[in-house]
């Protein structure tokens, strides 16, 4: 089992630029998660996913879109990325929605000039 | 807005000390929880303790709650240079989904 994955792990960006950073899951997980962690602040949500075919706001959205692809994928696209996107991104899945463990990714760390 | 703090921001100890850190939280919680991060690496689940519960143990893991003082705190015994890393409280947020709300984490540095 690999747990969760992401991809790239590092990616430099110009600004306006468009990218899509991709996380999959082989737990058979229903729930799925983007968070940005900057430095000196925790981890906040971008988009959760509670299921296949639901997506939903976190605490901080603007600038991001999500696609739940299946149940075992979960990407966030930057459409015109902008230097306060730079960030390390963490996916993270749970069983359920109702779960309180959150299983997290290794990171993907992105850089926008 | 972040829910959980956690203190201190740094901590610096040798091996075989105990190592001490505090979260405190604002808004009433069903359960907390601690994750550990490794550098460069994503959080790993540590220990999570419900509001009813005090104290609970796992290992040299030893976390209390304090509902009426909105705190909580994580002790490492023995500590070795393995658990060198950045610890984070997460409380389970308002709004229904297991939205978890992070506090901005102590980071731990063991020296051998």
């Known amino acids: 089992n690999a747990g969760v994955t992401q991809t790239p792990k590092f990616q430099v960006l110009k600004t306006g630029q468009s990218m899509t950073l991709q996380c999959a899951q082989d737990m058979n997980h229903n729930s799925m998660y983007w968070y940005r962690q900057d430095p000196g602040m925790g981890l906040r949500l971008i988009y959760y996913?509670?299921?296949?075919?639901?997506?939903d706001k976190g605490e901080v959205p603007n600038g991001y879109n999500v696609s739940r692809l299946n149940k075992r994928e979960f990407s966030l696209r930057l459409e015109s990325a902008a230097p306060s996107q730079t960030s390390v991104y963490f996916c993270?899945?749970?069983?359920?929605?109702?779960?309180?463990?959150?299983?997290f990714g290794p990171g993907t760390r992105l850089l926008v000039l | 807005s972040q829910q959980g703090e956690e203190d201190p921001q740094a901590l610096s100890i040798q091996e075989g000390e105990n190592a001490t850190m505090n979260c405190s939280y604002k808004?009433?919680?069903?359960?907390l929880q601690w994750y550990r991060q490794n550098s460069g690496r994503g959080l790993v689940h540590l220990i999570l303790?419900?509001?009813?519960?005090r104290e609970k143990h796992s290992g040299r893991l030893r976390v209390t709650l304090d509902t009426s003082k909105k705190s909580s705190s994580l002790l490492i015994t023995a500590s070795r240079a393995a658990d060198t890393a950045s610890y984070f409280c997460?409380?389970?947020?308002?709004?229904?989904?297991?939205?978890?709300?992070f506090g901005a984490g102590t980071r731990l540095a063991v020296h051998p």
């Open positions: 996913s509670a299921s296949e075919g639901t997506t």
């Open positions: 303790i419900r509001s009813n519960e």
């Open positions: 997460a409380t389970d947020g308002t709004g229904g989904y297991n939205k978890l709300i």
């Open positions: 993270a899945s749970t069983p359920t929605s109702a779960s309180k463990t959150q299983y």
């Open positions: 808004t009433s919680i069903n359960n």
